[in-house]
């Protein structure tokens, strides 16, 4: 039964990275990221020991704006929990992506993917 699981387990996790999409990866270089700071207060119900309470949370966004040479594409990163940083990347360096509707699927330095939010795009003026 053991030898059972076993191989069960080893053929899940050798059959995952066969089961992830391929994408269609793009270069471009990272024009910029800004981090814009900000909060949202919530109300947390009362209990049998406490009253309601009112909380405030983080609620940071990150925009990097990547141009592939042809179109220029603003993406946002979300940063609601505690841990969360921003990616590992530097500005003005070649960027791995893919864009699938309105979502970005971006490398950082250390080959991570990431998913991101398509904000806007426009053509690229030469």
Do not use: Q
Request: glycine residues 4%; positive net charge; charged residues 30%.
């Amino acid at each position: 039964m053991r030898r059972l699981v076993f191989a069960l387990l080893f053929l899940v996790v050798c059959s995952t990275p066969l089961l992830a999409k391929d994408r269609a990866w793009t270069t471009g270089t990272l024009v910029n990221a800004d981090t814009e700071r900000d909060s949202r207060t919530i109300g947390i119900p009362p209990t049998l020991v406490t009253g309601p309470k009112i909380e405030t949370l983080r609620n940071d966004v990150t925009f990097y704006t990547i141009d592939d040479g042809k179109t220029i594409w603003v993406v946002s990163r979300h940063m609601t929990k505690k841990d969360d940083k921003p990616l590992s990347l530097t500005v003005d360096t070649p960027v791995k992506f893919a864009i699938e509707k309105k979502t970005c699927y971006l490398l950082d330095e250390k080959g991570e993917e990431h998913k991101l939010t398509v904000e806007r795009k426009r053509p690229k003026i030469n």
